[in-house]
């Protein structure tokens, strides 16, 4: 028996040393079986620090999401008031003998922020920039065999405050390891374009190729996404000991095109060939489409003409923090999905690569946004102190990087860049969007103008901008062709509006700006920290949703807009003091629940009917109430209050939604819409009792053994009959048992002192969220809620 487990394993062994010994590419994940002390520990770049005592754990890792919120930390309330300092991580691991006379370089997605990388204490480089990708080649310095390796880096994300926004602390992306032939294509050495016509397209391929030998060949194959052969091309890589370029094309007929509504991805397969040999095979996914900005009918995809309807997205996955999550990216973009968005400015910054995969497999449109500042600071720590230096680097990667995502459409090269103001903005335009140029001629290239009167904005004067951004300023919409002659318009950023989901005050009959200006002194506030969910507040500098989507859809040569902003996020908490430490400008909030606006967008941006009443029906007897309706694919809509009519409503003019003003009684409200005069959809509110229950509802009750995958289980606390409560507030606990953990928890109010991380969360206006993660290994997963006087609910996840 022991001669055949030795003889298995030798099998096995040998198999592994196979996969080595075999030329090709081989990227491996490397997040596992890091240590890591939150500290400055100068000494353990050394390859003999001892740091048996750290922390051990798996990337990506955010260290500030698992602090204390204190008013009194250095990133202020604006960073979300969580800690930041200094951090170290270390990796020992082996490598194969037979890897020796390879390459093997270490590939980052994003450290956050000032990293410094050491491989058996020799000093890699440093990337100040806290969202660029990068790479360093490990080649020269490495141990193979049974010697092992040790790779320290050191964060420092002391220096405060260096955000307008939530950052996050450490190695918070992906990291690969990536071993490949003496020639091979390097990292971001393909760039893949296609021209259509009515019959085919031509995809043009730039590759760059690291030849180390003599009678290479580089094949590239075009593959639909089941793998079938499209066509291909062999051509022949001169020189030796060099960094060539091939250019190549082939011809796709019948293209099936990638759109908004069809993101279908063919990919390229790259492979250079010592005859028959693979030496090297790297993959590039593309999507087939043409796109078009005009300064008279705006945007078209694929020559038919569509609205830009998106918002801005920053990084944070909120109680996740910083840390990617496929799933949690995924999730966030389903909702905007059913929203009916169908695009994303990455504000103000590079986002995670497979934020772009996701994008591009899910059918986004992306505005792929570089700096918030250049030379001039937004903040006195921030990345203008480095600006001088990285610039050109961190921008001509991120170009590389992104460039053959076809989700891309856009390079936004800075949002309300301060040197709009003065004459340096010319110099620095012209040499940002000549970088870009260098690099990628197929997409405009624009920048997010806060200063709209062209006669000042010295970025507009350089005249290097192929498509005219402005942040808010929607006064200046409908003179915008006899202003700007000629030139393209996208609307970079719009409305920042206030919200707070289940939150309301009445009446509703004029719109409210908190503060009424920049000099002014917010006084409308309230205890709670609360603002109304109606549609009815916004910053000084911003509208109401309904005000700016109303001229987006009115005139055609606006291209569209980028809503401010998509999800709520930690940090930037306007217009409240602390405790506030979460912004209020989401039309969904930081657990993933949408506020009662995501409606309005739904019933503009859809086709799909909609019916959703506001608000809830828990008020002092006698209240009046303003009584909200936003809806679609109907003529009109009857409001019934306890069976009795309150008459029928129907929508004038460029009117988005409408208004009953009710006297509260209790009972059930109830909203019915018809169209020629069938009835299209029905919505009830009920007076809800006291709390009496919880009810779990996973978005997924099946997810993967990965140690990744995610499942959000919304927390709903209801009456006896089944309503939820909407004031309940009840402190819900969570127990986890089996193939998984508490990855997290929230409820969407932006004051709360709450962990992110503790098993328990107070519900909010009836709701809260607890996030589980997947073991690696199969089996069932259960999360049961309980609170005290409350019947408690279970829920089983399968982890397969």
């Not at 190729?209 to 996404?225: D, I, Y």
Request: hydrophobic letters at 35%; charged letters at 20%; one cysteine or more.
């Amino acid at each position: 028996m022991r001669k055949k487990f030795l003889s298995v394993l030798t099998i096995l062994m040998i198999s592994l040393l196979a996969a080595y010994a075999q030329p090709g590419r081989k990227v491996e994940s490397f997040n596992t079986n890091w240590k890591f002390y939150l500290g400055d520990e100068g000494d353990a770049k050394n390859l003999a620090y001892n740091d048996g005592e750290w922390r051990q754990l798996t990337l990506p890792h955010d260290w500030s999401i698992e602090g204390k919120f204190d008013e009194k930390n250095p990133t202020g309330q604006a960073g979300g008031g969580l800690p930041a300092g200094i951090g170290w991580y270390r990796k020992t691991f082996t490598i194969p003998q037979t890897a020796q006379g390879k390459n093997v370089f270490i590939d980052f997605d994003g450290v956050y922020c000032n990293s410094e990388v050491w491989i058996n204490g020799h000093s890699l480089g440093k990337r100040p920039n806290g969202y660029i990708s990068f790479q360093y080649d490990l080649t020269p310095y490495l141990n193979y065999g049974a010697q092992k390796n040790i790779i320290a880096v050191k964060v420092d994300n002391s220096a405060q405050p260096n955000s307008r926004w939530y950052t996050g602390s450490g190695i918070y992306r992906n990291v690969w390891l990536t071993t490949t032939s003496k020639s091979y294509i390097p990292q971001w050495g393909t760039f893949v374009t296609a021209k259509v016509n009515t019959a085919n397209a031509i995809v043009s391929m730039q590759t760059q190729v690291v030849v180390n030998q003599k009678g290479l060949h580089l094949k590239a194959s075009v593959l639909t996404p089941s793998g079938q052969l499209v066509n291909s091309i062999t051509t022949a890589l001169e020189g030796n000991d060099s960094l060539t370029t091939v250019n190549q094309n082939i011809v796709v007929g019948q293209p099936k095109l990638w759109s908004v509504n069809n993101p279908y991805l063919y990919k390229v397969v790259f492979q250079v060939l010592a005859g028959k040999q693979v030496i090297d095979k790297y993959v590039t996914p593309i999507g087939i489409r043409s796109f078009n900005f005009d300064a008279d009918k705006g945007f078209s995809l694929n020559g038919e003409r569509m609205k830009i309807k998106g918002v801005c997205m920053h990084h944070d996955l909120g109680a996740l923090g910083a840390a990617i999550n496929a799933r949690a990216m995924e999730r966030q973009l389903e909702i905007l999905k059913a929203m009916g968005c169908n695009a994303i400015r990455t504000s103000h910054n590079p986002p995670a690569p497979e934020y772009l995969d996701l994008c591009d497999r899910m059918g986004f449109i992306v505005m792929d946004e570089a700096f918030d500042m250049w030379a001039k600071k937004k903040n006195k720590q921030d990345y203008y102190q480095y600006f001088p230096a990285w610039h050109k680097r961190d921008l001509e990667d991120q170009v590389k990087r992104d460039r053959n995502h076809p989700s891309v459409m856009m390079w936004s090269i800075g949002n309300e860049i301060r040197e709009q103001f003065d004459s340096t903005g010319i110099t620095l335009t012209r040499e940002l969007v000549k970088i870009v140029k260098d690099l990628d001629t197929t997409r405009p290239v624009t920048t997010a103008l806060s200063e709209a009167d062209g006669k000042k904005n010295f970025l507009y004067k350089s005249g290097a901008l192929d498509l005219l951004g402005f942040n808010y300023h929607p006064e200046t919409y409908a003179d915008f062709p006899k202003n700007y002659p000629g030139e393209k318009f996208i609307a970079a950023e719009t409305i920042s509006g206030y919200a707070t989901r289940g939150y309301y005050d009445t009446p509703t009959d004029s719109t409210r700006h908190w503060p009424t200006s920049s000099k002014a002194k917010f006084t409308q506030g309230n205890s709670q920290f609360a603002v109304p969910a109606y549609d009815n507040v916004a910053a000084y500098w911003g509208s109401t949703h309904e005000e700016t989507w109303k001229l987006i859809k009115k005139y055609d040569y606006l291209s569209g807009e980028f809503v401010w902003s998509g999800f709520d996020f930690i940090g930037e908490p306007v217009p409240y003091p602390w405790p506030a430490r979460s912004s209020y400008y989401g039309i969904i909030d930081l657990a993933g629940f949408p506020k009662d606006v995501y409606y309005m967008y739904q019933s503009e941006w859809t086709d799909k009917p909609v019916l959703h009443l506001l608000p809830h029906w828990n008020w002092e007897a006698g209240k009046t109430v303003d009584v909200w309706a936003y809806y679609n694919n109907a003529d009109e809509v009857e409001l019934f209050l306890n069976g009795r009519s309150l008459g029928t409503r129907s929508k004038q003019g460029e009117e988005l939604h409408i208004v009953w003003k009710v006297p509260f009684e209790p009972g059930v409200l109830k909203a019915v819409s018809r169209k020629d005069g069938k009835v299209v959809l029905t919505e009830e509110k009920h007076t809800a009792g006291k709390p009496a229950k919880i009810e779990l509802v996973a978005d997924r009750k099946l997810i993967k053994s990965d140690g990744k995958d995610l499942s959000f289980i919304t927390v709903r606390v209801l009456d006896a009959a089944g309503n939820i409560v909407p004031d309940a507030d009840n402190l819900v606990n969570f127990t986890i048992k089996g193939k998984g953990i508490l990855a997290g928890v929230d409820n969407g109010a932006q004051a709360s002192m709450e962990s992110f991380k503790e098993p328990q969360r107070k519900a909010f206006h009836g709701l809260c969220l607890a996030i589980v993660q997947a073991s690696k290994s199969a089996g069932l997963l259960t999360v049961t809620a309980q609170s005290e006087g409350l019947l408690p609910a279970t829920v089983v996840i399968r982890v397969k």
